[in-house]
């Protein structure tokens, strides 16, 4: 690059000024190469790269895998209902994560005043005040007593300016607030919300990655704002907020990554409701392990299967010990995965190994400090010199969803098992935990997948991946789109791993009963974050392959498939009952067999 010549970063941050509203991204794409002409073989991977990690703080906002809008378009009139706890009220404060996503993530620049435009003072935390648990925070004192703000009342957030940013409060008290008028509003965006985070297949998505876009093509994104997002996802339950900030389908604790409480806690159930919730979930398992036995015994009549059902993941790993089920008091996933790359000054093995990491020795700190500095971007790192320490906080937010992919390491392992249980050491779907189905099918899947795996497991594995490959050809040759083709053939290979670890067949070699097992107690208990969309394709998947299989002379009858595929609703039953059962109930391991019967029989 020459002295003069423009960075990519300043590219996309003048082009954010010259849209109006949504545009593909292939065309800015386009335009950065215009003005900074690449020979690399995939000049758009850079400045993909940079849209990834560092798009809304140059000024770009993702709506979906094709299009992208400015932030100032998407933040421009903007309004949203906070909800202050009474102890914000009492202490006169509003925390910051009240305003976030919209304000106050990626950085502190923002200015909040009322509605006669007098400004409201921004907190910084000093040895005179303290350091308190909701910093950083507004300083609301004064407006509260001038409105006489009650626990309960509302404060209304409007978008005046996008750029610089400047949000307006109103007050509005409890009883003036029209529930009926935002019911339907708050139904959608807490469906599009848990939508949006199942779709990710990540263990930790950050919220301004799933909210912003919903607010920004929302068509009430400026009319009479509904409930706080926040406290649409705890009531609702079955996504977790995690620090405020990042979003999970997973049952996992605080990560308490900043050392500060949070804000927006889940309010422990009551246990006669709790009793209540378990019961009805109980009778709705009932009722499917109904239609489930009606559907199996109506197939063994028609010839498709002996009526035996197949238990091996049920026990472990092939030969494993048939009375091993302690994995029924827990979900006994293994997603952590070692698949990390680091240069040769930096050695994972020393400090972060099996053992648990001791918070108070300084080698271990100074290592963690050290490798997130050589990760973060250098304009981050200039802004790190001079910043406050709750804009450090801040700013470190910003890059939390890189370091997470970046370095793992870094963070708290996520433990999917009940503290009490052990999880068997078993072969897992790590490069489908770690990503989407509509990622490119190729030979390092079979690779990956054929490390974990014994020689038998491995050799059938690995003549699926030749089928599989024969497939995608197929379905290429049919006039199917590429993309079409690898997300189809890669998610067979759930069911080939699964063959491969459990029974040492290959998918030429696959049955009614082996499939049955695969999808309703092994896909279910596998494979996170599932979405009743991806059920369905692993269904028509699979019923398109043994078609294939069979028109080829492969295997003599594909026709259990078909059965199977006839009953994909009662998978996806099967999968969004399973999200909804909770691990810290007290009905948990009989809600848990009851589920999937009959493999904890």
Avoid at 80 to 89: E, G, K, M
């Amino acid at each position: 690059m020459t002295q003069h010549e423009p960075t990519i970063a300043s590219i996309l941050r003048h082009l954010a000024h010259e849209y109006d509203g949504p545009v593909e991204e292939r065309r800015i794409l386009e335009r950065v190469l215009e003005r900074r002409p690449s020979n690399a073989k995939n000049p758009y991977a850079t400045i993909r790269e940079r849209l990834r990690w560092d798009g809304l703080t140059l000024g770009w906002l993702r709506l979906n895998r094709s299009q992208l809008m400015p932030l100032r378009v998407a933040l421009e009139g903007l309004r949203f209902r906070c909800l202050p706890r009474a102890r914000d009220v009492q202490a006169g404060l509003l925390p910051l994560a009240h305003l976030q996503p919209f304000a106050g993530l990626r950085t502190h620049g923002c200015a909040l005043r009322d509605r006669d435009g007098a400004a409201l003072a921004f907190i910084d935390i000093d040895e005179e005040r303290g350091h308190h648990a909701a910093l950083p925070a507004f300083d609301l004192g004064a407006w509260y007593e001038r409105h006489a703000f009650a626990p309960g009342d509302s404060i209304i957030v409007s978008v005046v300016s996008a750029e610089p940013l400047v949000l307006e409060l109103a007050h509005e008290p409890r009883e003036a607030f029209r529930a009926a008028a935002v019911a339907a509003q708050d139904a959608e965006l807490v469906e599009t919300i848990v939508e949006r985070v199942r779709r990710s297949q990540a263990a930790l998505v950050p919220c301004d990655e799933v909210v912003l876009p919903i607010f920004a093509a929302a068509p009430w994104r400026a009319a009479y704002p509904g409930s706080p997002w926040q406290h649409l996802v705890i009531r609702d339950g079955r996504l977790q907020l995690v620090d405020d900030i990042f979003l999970t389908s997973q049952r996992i604790g605080s990560l308490h990554l900043f050392g500060g409480e949070e804000v927006f806690e889940q309010q422990p159930q009551d246990a006669r409701d709790r009793r209540a919730s378990d019961a009805a979930l109980l009778a709705e398992i009932d009722a499917l392990q109904r239609d489930l036995a009606q559907a199996r015994q109506r197939d063994a009549e028609a010839g498709l299967w002996s009526g035996q059902v197949q238990r091996a993941s049920a026990f472990g790993a092939p030969g494993g010990d048939a009375g091993g089920h302690q994995h029924f008091h827990g979900l006994d996933d293994d997603s952590s995965g070692d698949g990390w790359s680091a240069d040769a000054a930096w050695d994972p093995e020393r400090f972060f190994d099996d053992e648990e990491i001791d918070p108070d020795d300084p080698a271990v700190l100074d290592a963690a400090h050290e490798r997130m500095l050589a990760l973060l971007p250098a304009e981050v790192l200039e802004q790190l010199q001079t910043a406050r320490p709750e804009e450090v906080e801040v700013l470190i937010a910003g890059q939390l969803n890189m370091l997470l992919t970046r370095a793992p390491e870094l963070f708290p392992r996520i433990e999917l098992v009940a503290p009490d249980e052990e999880a068997e050491d078993d072969p897992t779907l790590d490069a489908l935990l770690a990503g989407e189905w509509q990622e490119a099918w190729d030979d390092d899947l079979v690779d990956e997948l054929d490390g974990d795996l014994d020689d038998e497991a491995s050799n059938a594995f690995s003549t699926s991946g030749d089928l599989m490959s024969q497939f995608q050809d197929y379905l290429l040759e049919m006039g199917k789109r590429a993309a079409t083709a690898r997300a189809r053939t890669r998610a067979l290979s759930v069911y080939a791993d699964f063959l491969a670890s459990y029974y040492g067949r290959t998918l030429a070699e696959g049955d009614y009963a082996t499939l049955d097992e695969c999808l309703f107690y092994y896909y279910p208990r596998r494979v996170l974050n599932s979405s009743a969309r991806q059920v369905r394709e692993l269904c028509t998947a699979l019923k398109q392959f043994y078609a294939f299989l069979q028109q080829r002379g492969i295997i003599p009858d594909g026709r259990f498939a078909e059965a199977l595929w006839r009953r994909r609703e009662q998978a996806v039953r099967v999968v969004t009952i399973y999200e909804r059962i909770s691990s810290e109930s007290p009905d948990f391991e009989l809600l848990f067999e009851r589920l999937f019967l009959p493999y904890t029989e």
